[in-house]
Structure formats: structure tokens, C-alpha cells
């Protein structure tokens, strides 16, 4: 293993699409120097779990992996919603255009539960699927097409998943029942 820089990868992201954004997610390089992506607009693959020993790196690629994403959308195609449990991980983010709203940048004493959270992008899924049936989609993507009107993706980044659910019992089970949902 190696460090890859940012910097070393960003000409190999896909280009700005305004109207429709990218979904694709830089993983890292393969063994012949290429970027690798995870696409959250493909089958299956709305979760991303990333795992690994302390100090493998896991919170130095969150960042990166939401920059790839910035890079490659505007605020009309991509919105984020963040938890820090541990205050280490997005505090570059705090007022960042790409927040998906103000209270969408959690962190512990933030005035709000990370539950709440949770629930409100329950809510958001459900309000989405409703524009989708009403435009006969069966995708973000395709739905953008037919309208020719952005709609931002929500992507949701917590950093130390295990520490959030920690807090509380009543707070886990709402958590993980949101994001059973999700």
C-alpha cells in the first residue's frame, strides 16, 4: 500500500455533467496507476461500508472520496449530509454549498439527535419516490432526463458508524432502522 494524492488522481474523474452530476465514488488506484470507482447510482450499490484496521486510512479516504464527488457535481447535482461522531473527519464542510441543508452537518452537542437526521432523509427518500412515480422513472437519473431539471443526489458520510450507535440503545435502534430504510 501506498498513499495516492488527490492531486495524482483528479485528472482521471469524470467530467462535470451539470444537469446530471456523477455517482461514481473514487475507491483508489489499481495496480497500474487507474482510478477505481464504486457508482452509487448502480444497482445495489446505494451502501458503501468501508472497513479496516486503525490507522489504515479509512478517515483520510472519506474526505477524498467526497471531494471526487465535488469535483465532479455542483451544488444542483449533489448535496451531502455529514456525521462526525468523533469531531475529526468534515469540519471543511460545516458551511460548504454542498450541504444538503444547514442542520445537515451533525455532530455531537449539535443542537439535534443524529436520529433526527436520519429521519429527515427517510423523509426526503420517500418525497423522492413520489416525484419519481409521478414522472413514471425508475431512477434519479432518468427522472433529470425526462423533467431537464437537476435534482440533486443526497449522499450521507458518517465517519466512526460504530461510535454513533454507541450513544444510546433507544438512539441505535432508530439509527439502524433508518438506515435500513435508506
Known amino acids: 500500500p501506498e498513499a495516492v494524492l488527490f492531486s495524482q488522481v483528479e485528472a482521471q474523474l469524470p467530467a462535470l455533467d451539470a444537469l446530471r452530476g456523477s455517482a461514481k465514488v473514487p ?3 489499481d495496480a497500474a496507476g487507474h482510478l477505481q ?12 461500508l468501508v ?14 472520496a467526497l471531494a471526487g464527488l465535488i469535483a465532479t457535481n455542483t451544488p444542483d447535482t449533489l448535496r451531502v449530509a455529514t456525521l462526525d461522531p468523533k469531531l ?3 469540519a471543511d464542510l ?3 454549498k ?7 452537518w451533525w455532530i455531537p452537542g449539535s443542537g439535534r439527535s443524529a436520529s433526527e437526521l436520519f429521519q429527515d432523509l427517510v423523509q426526503e427518500m420517500d418525497r423522492r ?4 412515480r409521478e414522472t413514471r422513472s425508475d431512477n434519479l437519473r432518468e427522472h433529470v432526463e425526462k423533467t431537464g431539471k437537476p435534482l440533486a443526489r443526497i449522499v450521507c458520510v458518517c465517519d466512526e458508524y460504530y461510535a454513533l450507535i454507541s450513544q444510546s440503545r433507544s438512539e441505535k435502534s432508530s439509527i439502524e ?6
Not at 470507482?37 to 458503501?48: E, I, K, N, P
Open 88 to 90: 475529526a473527519a468534515f
Open 37 to 48: 470507482f464504486a457508482d452509487l447510482a448502480g444497482s445495489g450499490r446505494s451502501h458503501v
Open 98 to 104: 454542498f450541504l444538503w441543508k444547514r442542520d445537515a
Open 27 to 29: 475507491l483508489g488506484v
Open 129 to 132: 419516490y413520489q416525484l419519481t
Open 94 to 96: 460545516e458551511r460548504s
Open 51 to 64: 472497513a479496516g484496521t486503525t490507522s489504515s486510512g479509512k478517515s483520510e479516504w472519506l474526505p477524498m
Open 177 to 182: 432502522a433508518a438506515v435500513g430504510l435508506l
